[in-house]
T-cell receptor
Framework: GAVVSQHPSWVICKSGTSVKIECRSL??????MFWYRQFPKQSLMLMAT?????????EQGVEKDKFLINHASLTLSTLTVTSAHPEDSSFYIC????????????FGPGTRLTVL | DAKTTQPPSMDCAEGRAANLPCNHS???????VYWYRQIHSQGPQYIIH???NNETNEMASLIITEDRKSSTLILPHATLRDTAVYYC???????????????FGTGTRLTVIP
């Protein structure tokens, strides 16, 4: 149980385009989802937290107009990187917590974004 | 959330027990100790968590000292697939703070050697 999936697993796009990444909780309802970013040889950095049906809360320094997060259902959250630039190339990881899973976050496999 | 200190890297022979230490000397009474690991190019995987009693599950054991200022994650029989970065995280429960985010430090890079 407690499986989180992400799609796509990797994506290459041109500078200036937008990319959408999906995060799904497959066997539980995720009341809260989190988006992290990880640059090479660095640790995970939290970007934003979203509760189902509410606006996401962004960490300091993360542009909310650039990283659009939607958490419209209890099993799906999306992160859209708008007008992507090469410096946005990173490993994006989502995690989810369900109301019945005692406070444990479960992570997706990650999406590697490369912006040319 | 309390800060944790972990050694940057460790080696362990395959089949032997891997003991990963974590110092959290500023932990408060109601903060939990969580362990996650991240295998290269994958998302973090939850391993175990505890408050003050030792915990064991199918993956590992967690030993927390009586004063709770440090803990050790034990992988009883390390395999090559256990090579990963292991993160020790100390935090309150979401029900206690209303927050539920995990802050990852630099972790310990465990290399299991054949």
């Amino acid at each position: 149980g407690a499986v989180v999936s992400q799609h796509p697993s990797w994506v290459i796009c041109k500078s200036g385009t937008s990319v959408k990444i999906e995060c799904r909780s497959l066997d539980f309802q995720a009341t809260t989802m989190f988006w992290y970013r990880q640059f090479p040889k660095q640790s995970l950095m939290l970007m934003a937290t979203s509760n189902e049906g509410s606006k996401a809360t962004y960490e300091q320094g993360v542009e909310k107009d650039k990283f659009l997060i939607n958490h419209a259902s209890l099993t799906l959250s999306t992160l859209t990187v708008t007008s992507a630039h090469p410096e946005d190339s990173s490993f994006y990881i989502c995690s989810a917590r369900g109301r019945r899973l005692w406070d444990t976050q479960y992570f997706g496999p990650g999406t590697r974004l490369t912006v040319l | 959330d309390a800060k944790t200190t972990q050694p940057p890297s460790m080696d362990c022979a395959e089949g032997r027990a891997a003991n990963l230490p974590c110092n959290h000397s500023t932990i408060s009474g109601n903060e939990y100790v969580y362990w996650y690991r991240q295998i290269h190019s994958q998302g973090p995987q939850y391993i175990i968590h505890g408050l003050k009693n030792n915990e064991t599950n199918e993956m590992a054991s967690l030993i927390i000292t009586e004063d709770r200022k440090s803990s050790t994650l034990i992988l009883p029989h390390a395999t090559l697939r256990d090579t990963a970065v292991y993160y020790c995280i100390v935090r309150l429960l979401a029900s206690q703070t209303g927050a539920n985010n995990l802050f990852f430090g630099t972790g310990t890079r465990l290399t299991v050697i054949p």
